[in-house]
């Protein structure tokens, strides 16, 4: 008898043994199928990454929302019997790992034996504590059966535009707890003999609010998986099953040594420091459940390590705990966001799978919002920190790149991009919900050679679109009332940050459209600037006018609001619209209904600037008042820059030279009056804390990390000149009741 | 005559009635077409030695299709332009869709952020003004124009002295009063100014949903066509001066003829590679063959078309220059895969891998000896000895084996410690491969077998690499041409004269539609035919066809309520009166659908939409016939046996005979290994495959053919 592993159980951690023991994926150290012949191993790469596009082509013509056939919020992948991706498709790179953690739950879970895995079965989930990054993140996996043998899964991942959950919608900003965020499929089969199942589809239609969304999803995706399925079986009668299983192991470790050398490649190794941060800002907004502090400020320190054999270590620790509210994210959404990041940067070749996973390592301290020890808290809007923190790793990582000559790779990275959801009676009439995916076009960071990409990059997908406005419009009842460029939207710098747009939307033939939006941080930047460059603005404030009486104005021909427009402290349809009602709102929008009539405006946010403003060219400003990328005032007030009306051409603007060198100079010489020495500033800074003159959420927030490391206390009170056990009196843990985050 | 002006060189090819053909060339001039044109007519007519003034009073048909238009797009030498948008979308010329910043990129620089760019906007943003109006997806009007707005920006537009105004508002498609106000307007302003310049609309370029495609339709067409409208009718005028007595055509990327005179030049500027379709529908025609697969090899890439149980796949959302249309293309599918790859070898993972570069035709691969240093796919060719130094272009261009190898030996087999042979034909494995795997991709969404078609091999590089790109497969047939390299320029010569219109629409039709339901569907399906048809046979009456000899017929795109890509179903009806033709419809559709997609995504409880109705209007027009001539021996006649050389096959040098294609005669048949050589292009017959030329003078491939008995 051999002792040969059995059951997927005994495989799964035999290979785990295999990597612990040798540091090589499944044990392999030398890559023997690849050294015999490496064009036909080569070949069969191509193959099934082809086979993965062709899955996701099919996906996206069958699906319903615009996520996935606008947007492109969909990825389909084949894994090795135990979970691990072979190959992917293009697409939403986040879940090169995520459905890997399904396939190994499910195996670790027995369900060899209960429910069974048999060829035809269908499994989904959407669970993040099992595998994916929040509840409208979908993955569907089905077994590839070779004569009686699992030989590997295929996988597919769509994100719904509508989830069930306490809010329309799939990016549930109430959401506090679990139980608010909609339909979860927990590892679940859903489908025997190639179909799904009646009942499964039924649960999906009466706990949906647009259940079409969802389904043709689940149809598309084990389309897709179907597709894979087959074709690569066909494969494997051309390659012998035997080469197949060698084959797609030795893909995965050189894969792992793939990601290794491109680490080598681009950076030094060292590390690497920074932080960023993240406002919540909740008190008084109706729907919320008393369970925690409803005003929230998230530091998150982050520490990369480039080790000399090009393993990269990304550390969270001095990062606080879980809350109750949606922003939670698991182990599982954090890997998503790391390689979507890594994709754009070092993975763009379309060669990565579950190997460089394996070449990459996070810690993530457990109890902190990166790693819950509660499975009970909310993940639906994960991305809300999810952003800035791999923002911040992307100037990580842009700093090794410049530290090694490429320059032309330093990227100041992701933002967030505030998402609107909305519910009720739609303009035909029915009910419908709905996630407006046209965020998926905010501003850039800059680039240390050119300024930032305007309305057109998202960090969770590269391929970011906002899709068109008349086809939104079939799908809301609201009318676009403009559509436009947010002038100062982007961080100042040599090279400025990429500008985000506003919506303002007249809402039309509707009784009832709740409108909530998430994922925006307020009063402090969730992103930075690089090399001196500024961060982009937070968010603006939405802006309602309710009872805005559009069609009587427009009758006497009277000026619309169609923007917010230039002036800071007071935006156009306030002015415009004065005898209506006015609500401003800070962070999270969540508010009573709208109806007919009713102006809602919204912005999506740009990126952080590259290098000192005051070392902007000139004329770059002068092109970008004339294309309302930025205002006068702004050149003016922060590059440095005078502009003066340039005769021949209506809107054209030229720099004035000369007074633009006066005023350079002249602020060069403010920056040289209000300096002085660092140790006068740290200790002006340091009476401070002891006297705990910092806002409410600041001292939880430090008061926090404080208690989950050791470390980071350490520093805090070592780098101030602490008392030992310092920490701040009275941390404002008002409205607290419920059971507390890391205790 | 067919003539295609390519960004250097002017082609033509001229087919006579007994389906002879004869190609000519000429360098392209862009400052005034004709000349090329001209020029590149009379090279080919002398090889039939006739002088021009002889071949035009006799030519029943030319057809011109360049790459003027798009030049003037892409080089941004277009029209002075103003815009006028409904009010808050001005800034969409600057933000554009998002995805043209990256949507014809490379799938790695899909990802690769840092790469990504809008296109230069065609009109500046100061150029453009917003007037106050809107009008909802239902056509209802929510604002009304602020007329005086429109009358400023006119006037604003005028001082600014723009050659042309276009006007673009939304859902202008479903209710056009808006912007024929503001066009009205305009053109009042231009009148009382006494300025010749041109007012566009958005609706009448291109009815149909999507704001910003349509924007960029009527964009494209006042800014680059109005130049290339000019171009072509001088063309016409130098002809008819000449002798010719016909008008003018050019291809539209639909795949029919229009005339020089057509109101949306901009429907013709993607049209260069659908030419291999058009044809592989003629050559589909004289087999009797429905289901055909077109596979272009060239330089830099490999371009693929299918036709589906007679059936053209369309492309609603093509790319132009980077900016996105719903202007309706014959859809082609391209990899980045062509005999002018480089290969090379990563140092870090020592991985080989092709491209994305290619080396062009300047200064093109390092055997042409002109300073190309990275060696390509044509240099393992060249290296296996499967191209004849000798014979590249005719003899035009030698080709320096030695240099190649040494390229190949320094940049690949010494990386990977290989032999150089041995990764010559590794790296050209590859490129087959790659081409292969592109092809299953392609079969595999059409839900069909792959023994149901007919593969068409073509392009420059076509025949040279088809012995490896379809193997394994299962076509049902593989053939290629004498005139390989020539068979896109062929194709356009095949086609009808053609008008495609069509508008969008919404309609729903519940999964549990009773009669009454239906019945009110069809009524509506059909008074937008009927009005559909009547603009098409107009502009076909227009252009001079005598309206009896034209035909119409209806199509609707459809899917299940709620999804977002439709499905192209050709009406089973002529008209739609009762409820049963709306049921045929539904269940046309539904045959349709199952086809593309598999069985689990059907879903006919969500109910159907109807997005769009449409009708296509054709004329025939006289075409190159297919000769059938009687079959000769399987063996080729002496003057075709060019002698032997040593080809490298599998691994080991073999003794390999060598024929001149222009001498190969129907009935011949070659047995691999077998280099044919033509001098356009080289045909690889491997060992153990044969080539047999049938009664068309086709040459059909036959993987595995040789061990067939005579």
């Known amino acids: 008898m051999t002792d040969a592993p059995v059951t997927l159980r005994e495989k799964l951690r035999g290979n785990d043994r295999l990597l612990a023991e040798t540091g090589h994926y499944a044990g392999i150290r030398d890559l023997r199928l690849r050294e015999k012949d490496a064009l036909k191993y080569e070949t069969l790469h191509t193959k099934l990454r082809a086979l993965c596009v062709a899955g996701r082509e099919m996906a996206r013509r069958i699906s319903a929302s615009p996520g996935v056939r606008e947007v492109g919020e969909s990825v389909v992948a084949l894994y090795t019997p135990e979970g691990d991706a072979v190959a992917l498709s293009n697409g939403i790179m986040v879940h090169v790992h995520t459905a890997s953690r399904f396939i190994k739950w499910m195996i670790e879970n027995g369900y060899e034996d209960d429910p069974g895995i048999n060829p035809g079965d269908i499994f989904a989930n959407n669970d993040a504590f099992i595998g994916t990054v929040q509840a409208p993140d979908v993955i569907d996996v089905v077994p590839i059966f070779y004569e009686g043998e699992l030989i590997g899964w295929a996988g597919a991942v769509c994100h719904e535009l509508e989830c069930g959950g306490i809010t329309p919608g799939g990016d549930v900003a109430l959401a506090q707890e679990r139980y608010g965020e909609g339909l979860f499929v927990c590892a679940e089969k859903v489908g025997l003999n190639d179909a799904l199942r009646r009942d499964y589809l039924i649960r999906c239609e009466r706990n949906l609010r647009m259940p079409i969304y969802w389904i043709l999803d689940e149809k598309a995706k084990v389309a897709a998986c179907q597709d894979v399925r087959e074709s690569v079986l066909a494969l494997i009668e051309e390659t012998g099953a035997e080469y197949y299983r060698r084959a797609i192991r030795e893909f995965i470790e050189e894969g792992r040594r793939a990601q290794l050398a491109r680490m080598r490649q681009l950076t030094v190794p060292g590390r690497y420091r920074g932080n960023t941060f993240y406002g919540h800002v909740t008190r008084g907004k109706p729907g919320l459940q008393p369970l925690g502090p409803p005003d929230l400020l998230y530091g998150m320190p982050m520490e990369l390590t480039v080790k000399g054999d090009g393993k990269m270590l990304l550390d969270f620790e001095g990062t606080q705990g879980w809350g109750w509210h949606s922003m939670n994210c698991t182990p599982a959404g954090m890997d998503g966001g790391m390689f979507v990041t890594l994709t754009q940067h070092m993975n763009y070749e379309g060669l990565v799978n579950d190997g460089a996973w394996l070449a990459t390592e996070l810690i993530l301290p457990r109890g902190t919002w990166t790693n819950p020890d509660n499975e009970k808290c909310a993940t639906a809007t994960s991305w809300a920190l999810l952003l800035p923190a791999y923002g911040c790793f992307q100037r990580l990582l842009s700093r090794a790149f410049f530290a090694r000559g490429f320059r032309e790779e330093v990227f100041v990275g992701q933002v967030n991009s505030p998402m609107i959801e909305m519910g009720g009676e739609s303009q035909y009439g029915g009910r419908f919900g709905m996630a407006h995916f046209e965020c998926a076009a905010a501003g850039s960071g800059a680039m240390a050679i050119r300024d930032g990409l305007d309305t057109a990059y998202v960090g969770w997908n590269p391929e970011s679109d906002m899709g068109n406005m008349e086809i939104w419009e079939q799908s809301m009842p609201m009318l676009y009332l403009g559509r436009a460029i947010t002038p100062d939207s982007g961080g100042g710098g040599k090279y400025r940050g990429g500008c985000g747009f506003t919506s303002t939307w007249l809402v039309h033939n509707t009784r009832e459209l709740t409108l909530i939006t998430s994922e925006h941080s307020a009063r402090v930047f969730d992103n930075a600037g690089m090399c001196g460059g500024y961060p982009a603005p937070t968010v603006q404030w939405h802006t309602a006018v309710r009872g805005a009486d559009i069609g009587g104005r427009a009758k006497k021909g009277l000026p619309l609001p169609h923007s917010l427009g230039t002036d800071p402290l007071r935006t156009l349809p306030e002015t415009l619209l004065a005898g209506g009602t006015v609500e401003k709102c800070e962070g999270p929008f969540i508010t009573a209904p709208f109806k007919d009539g009713d102006v809602f405006c919204h912005s999506y946010n740009g990126g952080g600037g590259y290098g000192d403003p005051l070392e902007r060219e000139p004329q770059a400003a002068a092109k970008d008042v004339e294309n309302g990328y930025a205002t006068e005032e702004f050149c003016r007030a922060v590059c440095g820059i005078v502009l003066k009306k340039e005769s021949r051409a209506r809107a054209a603007r030229e720099a004035d030279e000369k007074k633009t060198k006066e005023l350079r100079g002249e602020m060069r010489e403010v920056r040289r009056k209000k300096a002085r020495p660092v140790k006068e500033w740290v200790r002006e800074e340091r009476e401070r804390l002891l006297r705990g003159d910092v806002a409410p959420e600041v001292r939880r927030m430090i008061n926090e990390s404080i208690r989950f490391s050791a470390k980071f206390a350490d520093e805090f009170r070592g780098f101030w000149n602490l008392p030992d056990d310092f920490v701040f009196a009275g941390d404002g843990d008002d409205n607290n009741s419920g059971e507390r985050p890391g205790q | ?710």
């Open chain 2, 1 to 710: 005559m067919g003539i295609d002006a390519g960004g250097t060189m002017t082609d033509t090819i001229l087919v006579d009635a007994d389906g002879g053909f004869t190609i000519g060339k000429a360098a392209t001039t862009p400052r005034d077409e004709s000349l090329g044109f001209l020029e590149s007519a009379e090279d080919a007519a002398a090889e039939w030695g006739l002088r021009a003034e002889e071949m035009y009073p006799h030519l029943r048909v030319a057809l011109y299709s360049g790459t003027g238009m798009l030049n003037t797009l892409l080089a941004r030498a277009g029209k002075r332009l103003g815009l006028i948008v409904t009010r808050g979308m001005e800034d969409a010329v600057l933000m554009g869709r998002g995805l043209q910043a990256w949507a014809d990129y490379s799938y790695s620089d899909r990802l690769h952020a840092v790469t990504h760019n809008h296109p230069p906007p065609l009109v500046p943003r100061g150029r453009v003004f917003g007037v106050t109006e809107r009008v909802d997806q239902f056509g209802a009007e929510v604002i009304p124009v602020y007329e005086k707005e429109a009358e400023l920006a006119a006037v604003e537009l005028l001082n600014e002295n723009v050659d042309a105004i276009c006007v673009c508002t939304l859902f202008s498609h479903v209710n056009p009063a808006h912007e024929l106000q503001i066009a009205a307007a305009a053109e009042n302003a231009a009148r009382e100014r006494g300025a010749d310049v041109a007012v566009y609309c958005s609706h009448k370029i291109r009815p149909v949903v999507r704001e910003q495609s349509r924007l960029n339709s009527v964009l494209i067409e006042a800014y680059a066509c109005a130049g290339g409208r000019r171009q072509l009718l001088g063309i016409e005028k130098a002809v008819r001066a000449r002798g010719f007595k016909h008008q003018v055509h050019t291809v539209l990327s639909y795949g029919g003829l229009a005339s020089v005179r057509h109101p949306r030049l901009h429907e013709t500027m993607v049209s260069g590679p659908i030419g291999g379709i058009l044809g592989a529908q003629h050559i589909g025609e004289a087999l009797g063959e429905e289901s055909l697969i077109v596979s272009d090899m060239g330089g830099t890439s490999f371009d693929m078309g299918v036709i589906t149980r007679g059936q053209v796949r369309m492309e609603n959302e093509p790319l132009l220059g980077r900016f996105k249309l719903n202007a309706p293309t014959i859809a082609m599918d391209y990899i980045g895969a062509g005999a002018g790859m480089v290969v090379k070898v990563d140092p870090l993972t020592k991985k080989a891998s092709l491209g994305p570069e290619s080396a062009g035709a300047d200064p093109g691969p390092v055997c042409f000896d002109r300073g190309g240093e990275m060696p390509t796919v044509c240099d393992c060719d060249l290296i296996l000895g499967r191209l004849n130094p000798d014979y590249f272009l005719g003899g035009k261009v030698k080709l320096n084996t030695r240099k190649a190898e040494e390229a190949l030996r320094r940049d690949v087999a010494d990386v990977i410690g290989a032999d150089l042979h041995f990764a010559a034909e590794g790296m050209t494995a590859m490129l087959e491969a790659e081409a292969n795997s592109a092809l299953r991709r392609i079969l595999s969404s059409q839900g069909v077998h792959p023994s149901e078609f007919v593969l068409l091999s073509y392009g420059g590089s076509g025949p040279l690499h088809l012995s490896g790109y379809a193997r394994g497969i299962g076509f049902k047939d593989i053939i290629t041409f004498p005139f390989a390299a020539a068979f896109s320029a062929f194709g356009c010569t095949t086609a009808d004269y053609m008008r495609r219109h069509s508008r969008s629409v919404h309609l729903d039709i519940s999964s549990a539609a009773d009669d009454d339901e239906l019945l009110r569907i069809a009524g509506e399906i059909d008074s937008h035919w009927h009005g559909l048809e009547k603009l098409a046979r107009e502009e076909m009456t227009n252009d001079g066809h005598d309206p009896a000899a034209v035909s119409a017929e209806p199509f609707l795109m459809m899917r299940y309520r709620g999804q977002l890509e439709d499905v192209e179903v050709p009406s089973p009806v002529r008209a739609a009166k009762t409820a049963d033709d709306a049921r045929a419809i539904i269940a046309e559709f539904e045959r349709i659908y199952d086809e593309i997609n598999r069985k689990v995504s059907r879903y006919g409880d969500a109910g159907y939409s109807v997005m769009e109705l449409g009708v296509i209007a054709r004329a025939e027009k006289v075409k190159p016939r297919l000769v059938r001539r009687a079959l000769e021996s399987p063996l080729p006649k002496k003057e075709a046996d060019k002698g032997k050389r040593k080809v490298f096959f599998d691994g080991c040098w073999r003794e390999t005979q060598l024929w001149e294609m222009n001498e190969l005669l129907p009935g011949n048949r070659i047995i691999g290994p077998a280099v044919v050589e033509h001098s356009a292009t080289t045909l690889i017959v491997a060992p153990g495959d044969d080539v047999c030329v049938d009664e068309w003078t086709l040459f059909h491939y036959r993987y595995g053919g040789a061990k067939e008995k005579e």
